[in-house]
Protein backbone atom coordinates (compact mmCIF):
# COMPACT_ATOMS: atom_id res chain seq x y z
CA UNK A 1 0.00 0.00 0.00
CA UNK A 2 1.50 3.32 -1.10
CA UNK A 3 1.30 5.84 1.81
CA UNK A 4 3.56 7.89 4.48
CA UNK A 5 4.46 6.81 7.24
CA UNK A 6 5.55 9.48 10.72
CA UNK A 7 6.91 8.40 13.64
CA UNK A 8 5.48 8.93 16.68
CA UNK A 9 2.42 9.89 16.49
CA UNK A 10 2.13 11.93 19.85
CA UNK A 11 4.66 12.56 21.65
CA UNK A 12 5.29 14.94 24.97
CA UNK A 13 8.93 16.16 25.85
CA UNK A 14 10.17 18.55 27.99
CA UNK A 15 12.24 22.07 26.81
CA UNK A 16 15.90 21.41 25.54
CA UNK A 17 15.46 17.54 24.70
CA UNK A 18 16.20 16.68 21.65
CA UNK A 19 13.79 14.34 19.52
CA UNK A 20 13.60 13.30 15.90
CA UNK A 21 10.76 12.97 14.14
CA UNK A 22 11.00 10.22 11.52
CA UNK A 23 9.02 10.08 7.92
CA UNK A 24 9.28 7.84 5.70
CA UNK A 25 7.77 6.96 2.26
CA UNK A 26 7.57 3.87 -0.26
CA UNK A 27 6.07 5.81 -3.33
CA UNK A 28 9.25 6.62 -4.51
CA UNK A 29 8.78 10.47 -4.72
CA UNK A 30 11.35 12.73 -4.92
CA UNK A 31 10.25 15.67 -3.05
CA UNK A 32 9.22 16.05 0.91
CA UNK A 33 8.37 18.19 2.82
CA UNK A 34 7.37 18.94 6.42
CA UNK A 35 4.44 21.19 7.53
CA UNK A 36 3.52 22.05 10.95
CA UNK A 37 0.06 23.26 11.60
CA UNK A 38 -1.36 25.82 13.97
CA UNK A 39 -4.85 26.83 14.66
CA UNK A 40 -5.50 29.74 12.60
CA UNK A 41 -2.60 29.86 11.05
CA UNK A 42 -2.91 26.79 8.89
CA UNK A 43 0.04 24.50 7.18
CA UNK A 44 3.43 26.00 7.17
CA UNK A 45 6.15 24.62 5.19
CA UNK A 46 9.19 24.16 7.63
CA UNK A 47 12.09 22.24 5.12
CA UNK A 48 11.20 20.38 1.77
CA UNK A 49 13.60 18.29 -0.02
CA UNK A 50 13.62 17.79 -4.18
CA UNK A 51 15.69 14.78 -3.76
CA UNK A 52 18.56 13.22 -1.66
CA UNK A 53 21.24 15.40 -0.55
CA UNK A 54 19.15 18.24 -1.74
CA UNK A 55 17.01 20.82 1.15
CA UNK A 56 15.72 23.92 1.10
CA UNK A 57 14.26 25.85 4.11
CA UNK A 58 10.56 26.58 3.45
CA UNK A 59 8.60 29.63 5.85
CA UNK A 60 9.27 28.77 9.27
CA UNK A 61 12.74 26.72 9.40
CA UNK A 62 14.42 27.94 12.58
CA UNK A 63 14.78 25.67 15.41
CA UNK A 64 14.75 22.79 12.79
CA UNK A 65 16.81 20.81 10.89
CA UNK A 66 16.56 17.82 8.50
CA UNK A 67 17.99 15.62 6.45
CA UNK A 68 17.70 13.65 3.39
CA UNK A 69 20.50 10.65 3.14
CA UNK A 70 18.27 7.92 1.74
CA UNK A 71 14.99 9.31 -1.07
CA UNK A 72 12.57 7.57 1.39
CA UNK A 73 13.52 8.55 4.57
CA UNK A 74 12.96 12.72 5.67
CA UNK A 75 13.50 12.84 9.44
CA UNK A 76 12.77 16.29 11.07
CA UNK A 77 14.85 17.20 14.02
CA UNK A 78 14.40 19.19 17.40
CA UNK A 79 17.82 20.22 18.63
CA UNK A 80 16.66 21.87 21.30
CA UNK A 81 13.24 22.16 21.65
CA UNK A 82 10.91 25.45 23.19
CA UNK A 83 7.27 25.57 24.06
CA UNK A 84 6.39 27.25 20.84
CA UNK A 85 7.44 24.43 18.76
CA UNK A 86 4.31 22.45 20.28
CA UNK A 87 2.20 21.54 17.17
CA UNK A 88 0.90 19.49 15.00
CA UNK A 89 3.47 17.86 12.47
CA UNK A 90 2.72 16.80 9.13
CA UNK A 91 5.16 14.97 6.56
CA UNK A 92 4.44 14.95 2.92
CA UNK A 93 5.51 13.39 -0.71
CA UNK A 94 5.19 13.70 -4.12
CA UNK A 95 6.67 12.69 -7.28
CA UNK A 96 6.75 16.10 -9.09
CA UNK A 97 5.88 18.82 -6.55
CA UNK A 98 2.42 18.73 -7.20
CA UNK A 99 0.01 16.74 -5.73
CA UNK A 100 1.46 16.27 -2.04
CA UNK A 101 0.12 12.60 -0.07
CA UNK A 102 0.43 13.33 4.25
CA UNK A 103 1.37 11.24 6.34
CA UNK A 104 -0.83 10.98 9.48
CA UNK A 105 0.56 13.72 11.52
CA UNK A 106 2.70 14.35 14.90
CA UNK A 107 1.33 16.03 17.90
CA UNK A 108 3.99 17.40 19.56
CA UNK A 109 3.94 18.66 23.06
CA UNK A 110 7.33 20.70 24.30
CA UNK A 111 6.63 21.36 28.13
CA UNK B 1 8.36 35.36 0.00
CA UNK B 2 4.75 34.45 -1.02
CA UNK B 3 1.81 35.38 0.62
CA UNK B 4 -1.79 33.54 0.32
CA UNK B 5 -4.89 35.28 2.05
CA UNK B 6 -7.68 32.86 2.21
CA UNK B 7 -11.79 33.89 2.82
CA UNK B 8 -13.83 33.54 4.55
CA UNK B 9 -12.52 31.76 7.55
CA UNK B 10 -15.78 30.03 7.96
CA UNK B 11 -18.97 29.29 5.71
CA UNK B 12 -21.95 28.07 6.65
CA UNK B 13 -24.19 27.02 4.08
CA UNK B 14 -27.49 24.59 3.44
CA UNK B 15 -27.29 21.81 1.48
CA UNK B 16 -27.88 21.88 -1.87
CA UNK B 17 -26.19 25.47 -1.92
CA UNK B 18 -23.27 26.78 -3.39
CA UNK B 19 -19.94 27.20 -1.75
CA UNK B 20 -17.27 29.68 -2.71
CA UNK B 21 -13.84 30.12 -1.04
CA UNK B 22 -11.34 33.22 -2.37
CA UNK B 23 -7.76 33.13 -2.10
CA UNK B 24 -5.15 35.96 -3.54
CA UNK B 25 -1.57 35.23 -3.74
CA UNK B 26 1.40 37.67 -4.28
CA UNK B 27 4.20 36.19 -5.76
CA UNK B 28 3.46 36.31 -9.83
CA UNK B 29 5.91 33.41 -10.57
CA UNK B 30 3.32 31.26 -8.98
CA UNK B 31 2.23 28.84 -10.99
CA UNK B 32 0.67 25.70 -9.53
CA UNK B 33 -2.52 26.49 -6.88
CA UNK B 34 -4.00 23.30 -5.22
CA UNK B 35 -6.95 22.75 -2.61
CA UNK B 36 -6.60 20.54 0.51
CA UNK B 37 -9.74 19.20 1.84
CA UNK B 38 -8.97 18.47 5.81
CA UNK B 39 -11.57 16.23 7.70
CA UNK B 40 -11.53 16.53 11.53
CA UNK B 41 -8.31 14.49 12.85
CA UNK B 42 -7.50 13.44 9.81
CA UNK B 43 -4.50 14.68 7.17
CA UNK B 44 -4.92 16.95 4.47
CA UNK B 45 -5.98 15.61 0.95
CA UNK B 46 -5.90 16.95 -2.17
CA UNK B 47 -9.36 17.91 -3.93
CA UNK B 48 -8.23 19.65 -7.30
CA UNK B 49 -5.41 21.61 -8.81
CA UNK B 50 -4.92 23.90 -11.50
CA UNK B 51 -1.78 25.36 -13.01
CA UNK B 52 -0.93 28.59 -14.42
CA UNK B 53 -1.97 28.05 -18.08
CA UNK B 54 -5.58 26.84 -17.29
CA UNK B 55 -8.23 29.71 -16.24
CA UNK B 56 -10.80 27.10 -15.27
CA UNK B 57 -10.65 23.18 -13.85
CA UNK B 58 -13.87 21.08 -13.10
CA UNK B 59 -14.19 17.95 -11.51
CA UNK B 60 -18.00 17.20 -10.98
CA UNK B 61 -19.19 19.08 -8.22
CA UNK B 62 -16.15 20.74 -7.45
CA UNK B 63 -13.85 23.93 -9.64
CA UNK B 64 -11.61 26.06 -9.57
CA UNK B 65 -10.99 29.65 -11.60
CA UNK B 66 -7.94 30.97 -11.85
CA UNK B 67 -7.43 35.02 -12.48
CA UNK B 68 -3.82 35.44 -13.02
CA UNK B 69 -3.93 39.18 -13.95
CA UNK B 70 -5.75 39.60 -10.66
CA UNK B 71 -3.48 37.00 -8.43
CA UNK B 72 -6.85 35.53 -7.30
CA UNK B 73 -7.97 32.02 -7.39
CA UNK B 74 -11.91 30.58 -6.12
CA UNK B 75 -12.93 27.31 -5.42
CA UNK B 76 -16.50 26.44 -6.23
CA UNK B 77 -18.55 23.67 -4.58
CA UNK B 78 -22.18 22.89 -6.00
CA UNK B 79 -24.80 20.84 -4.61
CA UNK B 80 -23.14 20.95 -0.98
CA UNK B 81 -23.23 17.75 0.84
CA UNK B 82 -23.00 17.33 4.74
CA UNK B 83 -20.03 15.21 4.23
CA UNK B 84 -18.14 18.40 2.40
CA UNK B 85 -17.85 19.50 6.05
CA UNK B 86 -14.43 20.13 6.29
CA UNK B 87 -11.69 22.91 6.30
CA UNK B 88 -10.25 23.48 3.25
CA UNK B 89 -6.89 24.87 2.61
CA UNK B 90 -5.63 26.71 -0.83
CA UNK B 91 -2.07 27.15 -1.95
CA UNK B 92 0.16 28.38 -4.62
CA UNK B 93 3.41 26.83 -5.64
CA UNK B 94 6.33 28.00 -8.08
CA UNK B 95 6.08 24.21 -8.60
CA UNK B 96 8.87 22.27 -7.55
CA UNK B 97 10.21 24.69 -4.27
CA UNK B 98 8.33 26.07 -1.14
CA UNK B 99 4.54 25.64 -1.39
CA UNK B 100 2.45 28.32 0.64
CA UNK B 101 -0.88 27.58 2.60
CA UNK B 102 -3.99 30.10 2.94
CA UNK B 103 -5.20 29.49 6.62
CA UNK B 104 -8.08 28.15 5.44
CA UNK B 105 -12.20 28.24 5.85
CA UNK B 106 -13.91 26.09 8.06
CA UNK B 107 -17.32 24.92 5.98
CA UNK B 108 -20.04 23.62 7.62
CA UNK B 109 -22.86 22.50 5.80
CA UNK B 110 -26.43 21.93 7.47
CA UNK B 111 -28.92 19.33 6.74
Known amino acids: EAQVTQNPRYLITVTGKKLTVTCSQN?????MSWYRQDPGLGLRQIYYSMNVEVTDKGDVPEGYKVSRKEKRNFPLILESPSPNQTSLYFC??????????FGPGTRLTVL | GENVEQHPSTLSVQEGDSAVIKCTYSDSASNYFPWYKQELGKRPQLIIDIRSNVGEKKDQRIAVTLNKTAKHFSLHITETQPEDSAVYFCAASRGYSTLTFGKGTMLLVSP
Open chain 1, 27 to 31: MNHEY
Open chain 1, 92 to 101: ASSLTGGEQF
